[in-house]
């Protein structure tokens, strides 16, 4: 009987818990962290290696999609014939590696492959050259400035209800996560990973393979700050309003303001800050 060599979500592991000097030893949860390979098959055959991610384990295709498309190597879901898990010789990095084929006629800007992306779980943008390098071309989705409305009452809840909705987190403390919401609050899906740039490649990648893009009358809050890559990926999937609980880079700003993107920051408890286009959120109250 063949063994189950996939890597779950989370890891047990002893620790030594030190409590007012007295020593107790304890099993604790862990996140689990491991590489992903991204590869692409080309017409022909031709395996062309794109991206290691540092990732929590689960939704690894829609992970890989979320990448391809976010980064615009890949024009959405129709130049996808499949993706699979490359299996290896060493059986613990079987599912550590996914080939993802492309339709044959479907070429791809090998000038893009030659970027060698390397992305550790805590940064996506670390290693590339420059601005120019990681700018994508980002789609003209036709977002509409006043539109959709989202009530300042609804953004004070975002953070909870996306907190409320992390069950790995809950048993490790230590995932980020990307939420995506109707204008009125409603959570549509959650994804977790310990990249907050997987996490929502995760769940770009999940609203492409459905066919769901792009998001034009949706909210989507981010566990932690927002940075300019996180910006530049949610404009890919034409996210109008990005929220962060946490606070947003200067160049995240310039970039939600260039692609028409209204960016909150600072989201917690009754406070945020409204760092672009605040008319979706506060309509005619812009001062």
């Not at 779950?8 to 949860?29: E, F, P």
């Not at 295709?61 to 024009?75: N, R």
């Not at 590696?97 to 044959?104: E, T």
């Not at 036709?142 to 609804?154: C, H, I, N, S, Y």
Request: charged content about 25%; hydrophobic content about 40%; aromatic content about 6%.
């Amino acid at each position: 009987m063949s063994v189950d060599t996939r890597p779950g979500t989370t890891v047990r592991r002893t620790i030594w818990r030190v409590d007012r000097g007295a020593v107790a030893v304890r099993q604790d949860t862990l996140a689990t962290e491991e590489p992903l390979e991204i590869r692409l098959i080309l017409e022909g055959g031709e395996v062309v290696p794109v991206s290691v991610t540092m990732r929590t384990p689960g939704h690894d295709f829609e992970l890989a999609a979320g990448f391809l498309f976010t980064e615009g190597i890949v024009a959405g879901r129709e130049a996808i014939e499949r993706m699979e898990y490359c299996v290896g010789p060493v059986a613990e990095q079987q599912y550590n590696s996914i080939g993802v084929l492309l339709r044959p006629g479907v070429h791809v800007d090998r000038s893009r492959l030659e970027r060698h992306f390397y992305t550790t779980s805590s940064c996506g943008v670390c290693g590339k050259a420059s601005l120019d390098a990681v700018r994508t071309h980002v789609p003209h989705w036709g977002l509409t400035p006043d539109e959709p409305r989202v009530a300042p009452e609804t953004i004070v809840r975002l953070p909870d209800r996306l907190r409320a909705a992390q069950g790995v987190f809950d048993r490790t403390g230590g995932l980020h996560a990307s939420g995506l919401f109707m204008a009125d609050g409603t959570l549509v899906s959650i994804r977790e990973d310990v990249g907050r740039h997987n996490a929502l490649d995760k769940l770009i990648g999940e609203r492409l393979m459905a066919g769901a893009l792009p998001l034009p009358e949706s909210v989507v809050a981010l566990s932690r700050r927002a940075s300019f890559e996180l910006v530049q990926k949610a404009a890919m999937a034409g996210v109008p309003v990005l929220v962060a609980i946490g606070a947003p880079s200067s160049l995240a700003a310039d970039a939600a303001d260039e692609f028409g993107i209204t960016l909150v920051g600072f989201a917690r408890g009754e406070r945020f800050n409204v760092y672009t286009h605040p008319q979706r959120v506060l309509g005619g109250e812009v001062p």
